[in-house]
């Protein structure tokens, strides 16, 4: 059994058992109810209130600690067997949850109710106060960490809400849930009703991938819905957090168990609709029978109000071909409690239980349960959110490195062609990326160019006789028809600046429609489609107007069935705005350099949406996460953007500190764009998520150099 090094004793009302005695030598690191996975393999858990109950909790610090699982790794050659990890181990417990500011209105236990209470247990004496927060006062069940880098715990007394920072420290006062309470509620007058039993509060409670919405579940159902006959449904709020201030929405959705006496574990989304909820029996050992996991989409609900659910594991039933954990095959868990689960990546989940200690049961009548590991490799894969995965860290090796190949990788292949990109799919990267025009007729083209470039494009024949717009090179593509964009030659030599370029010879503008056909054809389900709509804020004359050029977009982004895969950038922010009105599940990219954010100069810059910098500080982090819907941020690499490290009067603009701010955003940096090996290597070094490249070779390079995973190859499949 771990302690936590140097703390004080626990169990004081407890009665231990034959194999752990009470009272306990200091505080547990045990009864897990809530994880979230960190970007080196370890886990940050969160013990619930201690002992199962108010009156014996009273010794138990609410704490969240940290510890690394050593899974075991499976065999990767024929003939070999599984190679058993070590121990879990515990690397602290840097968070306790305390109230310092008297954000809480009532007696806590160590100021003022301790010392109120008549009769303390042998041995036990009051606590020097210190507003530390114990399992008398709360019965934490549920943790998520929000884009500000705060903490909201969902509590079981209240029920509440707890809003702390990342050391623990309660930031607002409780947030009660509106018209529940349950018979521990410490706002109870003498003669107030509940309607909701103990310990059926906010067991699961899941963020939304803007990390600003909450969704708590109820582990029970309400006296009000039971007199519905709705004994089964547990009701899912929504909870917006707007300057780390919570509100309940009016509206909720049901969560409908298999049976009235089951109860659920834990609640985590993966996308902005689609979570797990692990649903399970209070039974254990071999009268266990229900402990599932199941995929549930808050987008689809029926008439009464009740999510759709299916079964995604069976825990009582897990195929176990190496006999991992010594338990056969098929594995099963048949623990009361099974409170953990978190995405690890699309086909791979965590689960923990509960080990309610010092209890017996689970895997033995005398022994006391452990808290056991599991990583279970999913029957599907799953549509996470990035923003819901792990973030990575600087020179973390494991991480997922955003390879973007810039307009199909100039540097290899004509730009924006489709032999580019399948080219560079081919090779491997993670991220297409690339620029769309929209023509006279409304028709979504491919290309960097709001005018035809006569370095890129030339004329071969008017689309009739006497065309009056003919010769096209030099029109505005807003003022020609896609039958006169296709009539043009964009592969009839090397783009000057990239000697390896690759010729594709009469090469023709493609349609968005096509790349994604070309996406399609690789099966490369893993790439993103980085699309940029290229809105000329400052000339939009230049352009098709802004409404009809992102709609346009839009359509052709739900046509394609890919929606997932894709991301949207662009440099003017209005046309961001109006995308997440179109497509507001659709993660947005704000593109900028240095002169677009206008800092220091009267009034609103035309490209930032109707923002002006200077209302932030000049700060590009602050101003672009004022957006909704951005998650990424792509500034220019440094100045003079054409520039490399060493070069005289080179400069960076994504440097260190930018990079810091976003990340305490929980916002990605991913700058363009970046052909010079060194620079690539520097801006990784400060913690870049990702780089756009006309050479995405060159940078799987430096990436295979610095011992970081590769994009897999998406080779085209015939």
Request: proline share 7%.
């Amino acid at each position: 059994m771990t302690y936590v090094p140097g703390s004080e004793r626990s169990g004081a009302w407890t009665t231990g058992n034959a194999a752990i005695s009470a009272p306990y030598p200091g505080q547990p690191v045990q009864g897990f109810s809530a994880t979230h996975r960190l970007s080196d393999g370890s886990y940050l858990v969160m013990s619930d209130n201690g002992f199962g109950a108010k009156a014996n909790s009273a010794d138990f610090l609410l704490s969240v600690h940290r510890i690394r699982p050593n899974a075991v790794s499976l065999p990767t050659t024929v003939g070999t067997k599984p190679r058993r990890g070590a121990a879990t181990a515990y690397l602290g417990t840097p968070m306790r949850l305390s109230d310092p500011d008297r954000k809480v209105a009532w007696p806590i236990w160590r100021d003022g109710a301790c010392a109120g209470t008549a009769s303390l247990p042998r041995g036990y004496t009051c606590p020097t106060p210190d507003r530390l927060l114990t399992g008398w006062d709360f019965d934490i069940e549920s943790m998520q960490v929000a884009k500000d880098g705060t903490y909201w715990f969902g509590d079981e007394f209240g029920p509440y809400l707890l809003h702390t920072d990342a050391t623990g420290r309660l930031l607002q006062a409780p947030i009660p849930t509106p018209g529940v309470r349950s018979p521990s509620n410490p706002e109870l007058a003498p003669g107030d009703s509940t309607n909701l039993a103990n310990s059926k509060g906010f067991e699961g409670m899941a963020i939304a991938p803007d990390l600003r919405t909450l969704h708590p579940m109820l582990e029970g159902a309400v006296a009000e819905d039971r007199a519905e006959g709705r004994d089964r449904d547990l009701r899912i709020y929504s909870v917006p957090t707007k300057k780390g201030r919570a509100s309940f929405d009016p509206d909720w959705v049901y969560y409908r168990m298999d049976h009235a006496a089951n109860a659920i574990g834990d609640f985590a989304l993966v996308n902005d609709h689609q979570g797990l909820v692990i649903e399970r029996d209070s039974a254990q050992g071999a009268a266990a029978v229900t402990k599932r996991v199941y995929l549930v989409d808050l987008d689809r609900v029926d008439r009464d109000g009740v999510v759709r659910k299916q079964l995604l594991v069976d825990l009582m039933n897990l195929p176990n071909p190496h006999r991992l954990g010594g338990v056969g095959d098929p594995f099963t868990f048949p623990f009361v409690t099974i409170e953990d689960v978190e995405v690890i990546d699309s086909r791979t989940i965590a689960v923990m239980n509960d080990n309610n200690f010092p209890a017996a049961g689970g895997r033995s009548a005398t022994a006391p349960d452990v808290n056991e590991y599991l990583e279970i490799r999913l029957p599907q894969a799953l549509e996470v959110s990035r923003s819901l995965l792990p973030r990575g860290s600087v020179g973390d090796p494991a991480k997922r490195f955003d390879v973007e190949a810039h307009r199909g990788g100039i540097g290899m292949t004509t730009e924006e062609s489709l032999e580019g990109f399948s080219k560079a799919l081919a090779l491997g990267v993670t991220t297409l990326e690339l620029d769309t025009q929209v023509t006279e007729d409304e028709k979504v083209v491919v290309t960097h160019d709001r005018q035809v470039q006569a370095s890129k494009c030339r004329d071969t024949a008017p689309v009739f006789s006497e065309d009056p717009e003919y010769p096209y090179v030099g029109k505005y593509i807003r003022n020609l028809s896609l039958a006169q964009v296709k009539t043009l030659d964009c592969g009839y030599q090397q783009l000057p600046g990239f000697p390896a370029q690759e010729v594709v010879r009469g090469n023709r503008l493609a349609e968005l429609s096509d790349v994604f056909d070309v996406v399609t054809a690789h099966r490369a389900s893993g790439v993103t489609l980085n699309i940029e709509t290229k809105v000329e804020a400052g000339a939009p004359e230049q352009t098709a107007p802004r409404e009809v050029f992102v709609g346009r977009v839009a359509e052709e982004i739900r046509r394609s069935g890919l929606q997932r895969q894709v991301v949207v950038q662009s440099f003017d922010w209005g046309a961001l705005r109006t995308m997440h009105r179109l497509l507001p599940k659709v993660p947005l990219v704000a593109l900028t350099n240095i002169d677009f954010l206008q800092v220091g100069q009267p009034g609103a810059s035309p490209w930032l949406g109707g923002l002006d910098a200077d209302d932030f500080g000049g700060d590009f982090v602050a101003v672009a996460d004022a957006i909704p819907g951005v998650e990424i941020l792509s500034p220019v690499h440094g100045t003079p953007q054409g520039g490399r490290i060493g070069q005289a009067g080179y400069r960076f603009y994504t440097d260190t500190e930018l990079v810091k701010r976003a990340h305490e955003r929980r916002l990605d940096v991913v700058p363009w764009t970046v052909d010079d090996p060194a620079t690539m290597e520097a801006l990784i070094d400060a913690g870049v998520d990702g780089l756009i490249t006309d050479y995405p070779d060159a940078l799987r390079e430096v990436l295979r150099v610095k011992g970081m995973t590769l994009p897999r190859p998406a080779p085209a499949r015939r």
